[in-house]
């Protein structure tokens, strides 16, 4: 009996003895191998940008837009109010508030601005609301000109140069060749003629490309479009996909409430309806008092 425990003991002991001689994996390494498919799998589910759109760190890509500086006396007399705070400002800064309200509460980003026909004042709606939005010094805008059969952008900020942004929208140029920056945080793409084929070239997949990829550089908080009055052509329909939101804007005393409700119905069927803004009213309610306490 007692050679069977002594033998029992031995092999005990030489099992041990084995054991002790099998080097130990450093914790380091464990953790590192332990690292390794993570690291894998999260470089495979990275989106790469295509390399000659990459987007740069966003303050350098602002700041390497051409800067543009309006003359007060141009911009007063083409209408251009909103560029600094004041009575005519406020209507606009209303606008921008209600706006910036509906976008940030759907995170939506991109807002189309129309018209039923054209002499609504679509365009200098388009201006005076983003240099409402740029007065806010951490909001970043972006105006796009997308009325390419009558384009008036250039005209109305007294811009001078050879813009074309159709030519970006085509995949010709870069976008930031036919675009220009105001202060830090507004930039416009404008356009200085007409372009051919408008709707043909805003329902593409290059034109949606660039923009998808302007925005990845850019990161604007807000990207307005400037597009044609909806009963001129087909092009702002044929473009309404690429927008979150649009935004109508009436002519008093010559919109009719049917094309209103008709233009609704056709942006509605493509798109999200912010609302109806009417332009050019000559009679206003006034509240007593009111403008006496706030000095309007």
């Known amino acids: ?50 390399p000659e759109l990459e987007p740069r760190d966003k303050s350098d890509s602002w700041t390497a837009l051409k800067r ?10 083409k209408r251009i109010v909103a560029y600094q705070t004041g009575p005519e400002a406020v209507p606009y800064d209303v606008l921008r508030t209600r706006l910036l309200h509906q ?9 189309a601005i129309t018209s039923p026909t054209a002499g609504a004042g679509k365009t200098m709606t388009c201006v ?4 409402s939005l740029a007065r ?9 000109e997308l009325d390419f059969r009558r384009p008036s952008m250039a005209q109305l900020l007294g811009v001078s140069g050879q813009q074309q942004f159709s030519n970006a929208l085509s995949g010709q140029d870069a976008p930031e060749k036919h675009m220009v920056r105001y202060g ?14 408008p709707a043909e070239l805003l329902q593409g997949t290059m034109a949606a490309r660039v923009l998808d990829d302007l925005e990845a550089r850019y990161t604007p ?7 044609p009055p909806i009963f001129a052509s087909d092009d702002t329909m044929a473009f309404l996909d690429q927008v979150d939101c649009a935004l109508l804007v009436g002519e008093a005393e010559k919109t009719t409430i049917e094309e209103i409700d008709k233009c609704e119905q056709e ?13 050019k009213c000559r009679y206003l309610v006034s509240h007593e008092g009111y403008g006496e306490q706030y000095g309007y």
């Open 68 to 77: 543009f500086d309006p003359k007060q006396t141009h911009l007063e007399r």
């Open 184 to 197: 830090k945080n507004l930039a416009f793409a404008l356009n200085q003629t007409t372009a051919r084929n």
């Open 128 to 131: 005076n609301l983003a240099f």
């Open 221 to 227: 908080d807000i990207m307005i479009c400037d597009t």
């Open 103 to 111: 976008m940030r509460a759907n995170n939506w980003r991109r807002v």
């Open 136 to 144: 806010a010094p951490d909001q970043r805008t972006m105006l796009i």
């Open 1 to 50: 009996m007692e050679r069977i425990q002594t033998a029992i003991e031995k092999a005990r002991k030489a099992r041990e003895n084995q054991g002790d001689e099998t080097p130990a994996l450093p914790p380091k390494k464990r953790e590192k191998v332990k690292e390794k498919p993570a690291v894998v799998k999260k470089k495979s589910e990275t989106y790469v940008l295509s």
């Open 267 to 279: 942006l509605a069927a493509r798109t999200n309806v912010l609302g109806v803004m009417l332009n």
